[in-house]
Each structure stands twice: as structure tokens, then as C-alpha cells.
């Protein structure tokens, strides 16, 4: 006879999920503790501030990412203008959100990608292997460029491809409900850290001037916009 594994009562609990506002608060917090501007609940802020947010501040910041690594910018200026749509107060049906959304999150999460990091760690792994078989020191670290080169990219692709088919879902269903609490199950200070990445480049960290420059200004936006839509 089996016993069923007895699943504590805690466990079975809804998760608690923090308003959009705390989480994208939380991620693009001043290290010095300075006023954010962003003292207010999410009851408090119409949900046409999240489009203006990121038809103005998010999309100008990754205007220059892409700019700067010479990327096809189509993609992004479409999200750009549905997001200007959304705020102006037209409805936009998840078909169109999903279109636009997925191609544009693709593009940042490769950008926002740390491949000289994942590269150097392959290559040194499958260096340090070919060395074990008794390849000579020329042979092995040929052997480990060509290992880490196949393996980054195709790395890089799948990351990419798996955080762009799983957020455009979540930010397709938040954006076409206008909801607030959608929005905030989406998990948006994950996509947030991804734009700072993809602004700084991904071997510079997210602790970087840039990255601090990237917060600074989208915190900056999110302010001003929050301040406009609750004036």
C-alpha cells in the first residue's frame, strides 16, 4: 500500500505577487537611496502610463541599444507605435501585442546576453578537456574556440527564442486586459533588467555606468509619466 506525499497546508497558499509598480521600483532603485518619484500604489496610476512609459523612456533606451549594435530596428519602432496606440486609449487585441511583441523581446534578450562570458567559460572548459586527452596545447585550444563558438551561439539563440515566446505570452495577455495586476504577474523587473543589459552590453554588468545610466533614465521616465497620468 502507498501513502500520497502530504503537501503542507502553506504550500497549497496563492502566491503573492508584488504590484508592477514595487517590482519595476525595486529594479531601478538608486544605489545612493534617492527619491525614485515614485511614491504611489498602483491603484493610484492609470494603466495608459505603462504604455507611455514604454513608448517614450523604455523604447528611446532601446532605440540606441540596437542603433549601437547595428541591429534591425523595424521590430522595436513597431512596438513603439502600438504602445503609442495604447496610450492614446485604443483598444489593441492580443493578436496585434503578440505580433509585435515577441520579435522585439527576442532582440533584446540576445542583446541583453552575456556572450564573451559564456564563450570564455566554453572555451576554457572544452580547452581543459581536450588537454586530459593528451592534445597538444595548439590542438586544445583550437579544439576549445571551435566548441565555444558552436556552443554561444546556439546558447545565445535558445535563450533568446525561450524568453521571447514566454514573455510576449504573459505581456500579451497584461497589455490587451489593461490590467494592472496582469501586468504585475508578467514579472516586468525581469524585462526591465534585460533592457539595462541590453543598453550596457552584457559583458558590462548591470552594476556599470551604463547600466546605472540606463536606470537613471528609465526611472526618470516612469516618474514623469506617473507624475502626468496622476496630475
Not at 552590453?201 to 555606468?209: H, L, N, Q, V, W
Amino acid at each position: 500500500m502507498t501513502t500520497e506525499p502530504r503537501i503542507p497546508p502553506e504550500a497549497l497558499q496563492p502566491v503573492s505577487v508584488p504590484s508592477w509598480l514595487d517590482q519595476v521600483r525595486d529594479a531601478l532603485a538608486d544605489p545612493a537611496g534617492g527619491h525614485d518619484g515614485l511614491g504611489y500604489s498602483t491603484a493610484e496610476v492609470p494603466f495608459a502610463a505603462v504604455h507611455h512609459w514604454h513608448a517614450g523612456a523604455v523604447a528611446d533606451l532601446i532605440s540606441e541599444a540596437v542603433a549601437r549594435h547595428g541591429v534591425d530596428a523595424a521590430p522595436h519602432d513597431a512596438l513603439r507605435a502600438v504602445h503609442a496606440r495604447a496610450a492614446a486609449g485604443e483598444p489593441i487585441g492580443e493578436g496585434v501585442w503578440s505580433a509585435v511583441l515577441e520579435p522585439a523581446l527576442r532582440e533584446v534578450y540576445r542583446l541583453a546576453y552575456p556572450r564573451e562570458q559564456v564563450h570564455s567559460r566554453a572555451s576554457s572548459a572544452a580547452a581543459s578537456f581536450a588537454r586530459s586527452r593528451g592534445w597538444s596545447e595548439d590542438e586544445a585550444e583550437r579544439y576549445g574556440e571551435t566548441y565555444a563558438c558552436m556552443n554561444t551561439e546556439v546558447s545565445e539563440r535558445v535563450h533568446a527564442e525561450a524568453n521571447a515566446i514566454a514573455n510576449a505570452a504573459a505581456y500579451t495577455v497584461a497589455f490587451a486586459s489593461r490590467d494592472a495586476e496582469d501586468y504585475a504577474r508578467a514579472w516586468p523587473f525581469a524585462v526591465v533588467q534585460a533592457w539595462i543589459a541590453a543598453y550596457a552590453g552584457a559583458a558590462a554588468g548591470t552594476d556599470g555606468p551604463a547600466a546605472q545610466e540606463a536606470r537613471v533614465r528609465l526611472r526618470d521616465g516612469l516618474a514623469d509619466t506617473v507624475r502626468r497620468a496622476t496630475a
